[in-house]
């Protein structure tokens, strides 16, 4: 983890509401799963930084320097502030954060699924996975078809939509349930809304598959001082932070129902 100020490179739409952000890179490898804060305004207004997953990261070409990206939704002040810088603009990051997306167990099947913003930092693991040949499944769920961002998605990657516009229509869980077979071992990892987690979690208990699964949770420090982002334990023993224990966790560490309410 390092605190540095990082230039933006680019700060494109990518989508109603959707941007895509590259970072200038001087801290150690981010790796998929782990998150950044960063502080848009050298101001104290908003006074808390802002969580942001990785969605990729570059070593640079002939020599250049390292990047960093993220996708992210202009959603409220901070983010409204993010998204009227340009290139050259520089911003105040603390990262890489957080448990990342353990490797998958010989003979498991790798089964990738995004909902809306989760989308980030599962296409970041889905490179990672094609570049080690381990070939991934990805499965990708979105409101509709104006929700799909203006970014290359990897090579027989399956978009679903609410409505149907675009792609299959209905959620990834139920996309996964009826075109993957039960058979054999798989592990889903994924990222989204706890409703989308809590139906892979489901998914994958039913069908004896491993889980693991990213938590969208609010984060006040991203440190784990505050506990502001703490999720239910499945076993009913206490909670577990995103920040600090997660923001990956085993699907059967995390009452997801119970966090999704």
């Known amino acids: 983890m390092k605190q540095f100020e990082a230039r933006i490179r680019s700060n494109r739409a990518v989508a109603p509401l959707w941007r895509e952000l590259v970072l200038s890179w001087e801290a150690e490898r981010p790796l998929p799963g782990q998150f950044l804060t960063l502080r848009a305004s050298p101001r104290y207004d908003p006074l808390l930084r802002?969580?942001?997953?990785?969605?990729?990261?570059?070593?640079?070409?002939?020599?250049?320097?390292?990047?960093?990206?993220?996708?992210?939704?202009v959603r409220g002040q901070a983010t409204a502030l993010l998204a009227d810088l340009a290139a050259g603009a520089w911003v105040d990051v603390l990262g890489p954060l957080g448990r990342p997306f353990p490797p998958s167990a010989?003979?498991?099947?790798?089964?990738l699924v995004a909902g809306g913003i989760g989308l980030g930092p599962v296409l970041f693991l889905a490179r990672e996975l094609e570049a080690a040949d381990a070939r991934p499944l990805l499965v990708l769920g979105f409101r509709d078809a104006a929700a799909i961002p203006d970014i290359e998605?990897?090579?027989?990657?399956?978009?679903?939509?609410?409505?149907?516009s675009a792609g299959e229509r209905g959620f990834p869980s139920e996309w996964i349930a009826r075109n993957?077979?039960?058979?054999?071992?798989a592990r889903i990892y994924g990222c989204?809304?706890?409703p989308l987690l809590a139906s892979l979690a489901s998914l994958a208990a039913a069908r004896s598959w491993a889980s693991s699964l990213s938590a969208e949770q609010w984060m006040a420090c991203g440190v784990g001082a505050c506990a502001g982002c703490a999720l239910p334990k499945a076993d009913g023993s206490g909670f577990l932070r995103a920040c600090a224990e997660g923001p990956v966790?085993?699907?059967?560490?995390?009452?997801?129902?119970?966090?999704a309410r």
């Open 50 to 73: 802002r969580p942001f997953a990785f969605a990729g990261f570059s070593e640079g070409a002939e020599g250049g320097p390292p990047s960093a990206s993220l996708l992210y939704q």
């Open 106 to 111: 010989p003979g498991e099947r790798p089964l």
């Open 153 to 164: 998605l990897p090579p027989g990657a399956v978009v679903c939509t609410d409505d149907g």
């Open 249 to 259: 966790f085993e699907g059967s560490e995390i009452d997801w129902k119970g966090s």
């Open 180 to 185: 993957v077979s039960p058979d054999g071992r």
């Open 192 to 194: 989204g809304p706890g």
